[in-house]
């Protein structure tokens, strides 16, 4: 490619925070729920990059395709690939896009199609952008898009300066949206850098059962809870674990767990159990009578599991287990494709 920029180009990336950061230096978009992504094209050569600089091309056929029917021939953008899934998007159905095999690329491109949502533009033909100020890059990405994109596939992300605008977006689609992410609109486009982006997520909480856990890695004392929702049937699943115990609090917490040994753990799905997460200490853990709920905080509940590890708020005596069941996940579904123009 005979473009500015490219590939690998570690993309900018946000620091987490609690709270969104509010002032005038400040723009907000949405916090889609996708594979970030850096597309570069020049003629008719197309590459989509993943966050870790790895190629996701041949897994999106229909993003080429779209992206070749783009008229400006030489770009590179910045943004976030998705599966709609009715008026939401659908992690299950992105992560299931990464195939080895092509037969199931193509069909998998034409039953769930993916779009890409556009929020920065960081090269225009032989022009770079990276080093302009968030505010003029928003210009022109603006620009650039109602010039270029047509179709659905490819899509700009909305983006404001008012806080309040900000905050109607997670008013308005409520759980569905992934969160907000802030950038400050004086600093230029800060490669593989986490200054000047922040991230807030959006967190629910939920009750679940403690149906075992596993010993620290060398010690004889709590490293990780198992948690476990049970389903209409009765039958209690692994759902995830948290292992964010304060330690102070291990050895009694221990000794606890230690008494509630020898339980029939989890009666339906168990940790050690095929899947992308398991590990070679997947099987190294205690079941325990189900006796103990705890309340944690997580970000999304993907494939029948807590996608990430969850935070532990506080221990539920007042709870009883069996009133820790599945149908705590149901969310309404906000229509985020409506924020999308």
């Not at 992934?178 to 609109?185: C, E, F, N, T, Y």
């Not at 991230?199 to 948690?227: N, P, Q």
């Not at 339906?268 to 590990?279: E, H, L, N, Q, T």
């Amino acid at each position: 490619m005979t473009l500015p920029l490219t590939s690998p180009y570690p993309p900018m990336e946000a620091r987490a925070v609690a709270a969104v950061p509010a002032g005038p230096e400040w723009q907000y978009e949405p916090k889609w729920d996708g594979f970030r992504c850096l597309v570069f094209r020049d003629g008719d050569d197309v590459a989509l990059q993943s966050k870790s600089g790895q190629p996701l091309t041949r897994y999106f056929p229909e993003l080429v395709a779209a992206i070749r029917a783009v008229r400006a021939k030489a770009f590179v953008l910045d943004g976030e690939i998705a599966v709609p899934d009715g008026p939401a998007f659908s992690f299950d159905a992105l992560l299931q896009r990464i195939h080895p095999a092509a037969s199931r690329v193509a069909r998998l491109a034409k039953e769930t199609p993916a779009i890409v949502v556009v929020f920065d533009l960081l090269a225009e033909g032989k022009h770079a952008l990276v080093g302009e100020p968030l505010a003029t890059r928003r210009k022109a990405l603006e620009r650039f898009a109602t010039a270029q994109f047509r179709g659905e596939t490819i899509r700009l992300s909305p983006a404001t300066t008012k806080l309040a605008e900000a905050k109607d977006w997670l008013a308005n689609v409520g759980s569905t949206l992934d969160g907000l992410i802030a950038k400050r609109v004086d600093q230029p486009y800060r490669s593989g850098e986490r200054a000047g982006m922040e991230k807030i997520k959006t967190l629910r909480t939920i009750d679940c059962v403690v149906g075992g856990f596993r010993y620290g890695e060398g010690k004889k004392v709590v490293g990780s809870l198992l948690l476990g929702l049970y389903d209409d049937v009765g039958l209690l699943h692994h759902v995830g674990f948290t292992s964010s115990i304060k330690a102070s609090e291990r050895a009694a917490l221990t000794a606890k767990l230690e008494r509630l040994v020898g339980g029939p753990g989890f009666t339906g799905k168990a940790p050690g159990g095929p899947s992308r997460w398991s590990s070679k200490r997947s099987a190294e853990w205690q079941a325990l009578k189900a006796k103990l709920v705890v309340e944690v905080c997580y970000d999304h509940f993907t494939g029948g599991r807590f996608r990430h590890g969850t935070k532990l708020l506080r221990f539920r005596p007042d709870k009883a287990p069996r009133q820790c069941t599945m149908d705590q996940l149901a969310q309404p579904r906000g229509n985020l494709l409506g924020l999308l123009r």
